[in-house]
């Protein structure tokens, strides 16, 4: 084994993931599929930062604007989508389009697609709950 494994050329592309991240959406009767993309880590470390102040991590920012870098369709950049809901910005727009159980099942597809898992203490607050 060398080196060579690692080169960007034999490197596996990160996959894009289809899935239904709400029943409402329907087209031809059916419900559509969202798709969502993973970012790089260097991106991922932007919208960290971005959304941490005082050393303090803002949640609600970041989860937004985590989802609005992994959704690749719908397009939430369009500016006819945005208006209709009467929003500006891809985070926005999802707030407006989803319901709350549609909106964190949206977060937990963002986090899968890009690698995280679950820690434990998220297991332990949900178990909580």
Request: net charge negative; proline share 2%; aromatic share 8%.
């Amino acid at each position: 084994m060398g080196l060579e494994l690692f080169l960007r050329e034999n490197c596996q592309r990160a996959e894009k993931r289809t899935v239904v991240i709400s029943q409402r959406f329907v087209e031809n009767g059916a419900p559509v599929a969202w798709v969502l993309r993973p970012m790089t880590a260097a991106k991922e470390e932007e919208i960290r930062r971005s959304c941490t102040e005082g050393g303090a991590l803002d949640v609600f920012r970041y989860y937004g604007r985590l989802c609005e870098e992994t959704v690749v369709y719908p397009d939430l950049k369009d500016a006819a989508l945005q208006d209709s809901y009467g929003v500006m910005g891809g985070a926005a727009l999802l707030k407006a389009m989803l319901n709350g159980g549609e909106y964190a099942f949206l977060v937990r597809q963002a986090e899968e697609v890009n690698g995280f898992g679950e820690t434990e203490r998220q297991l332990a607050d949900e178990a909580k709950n």
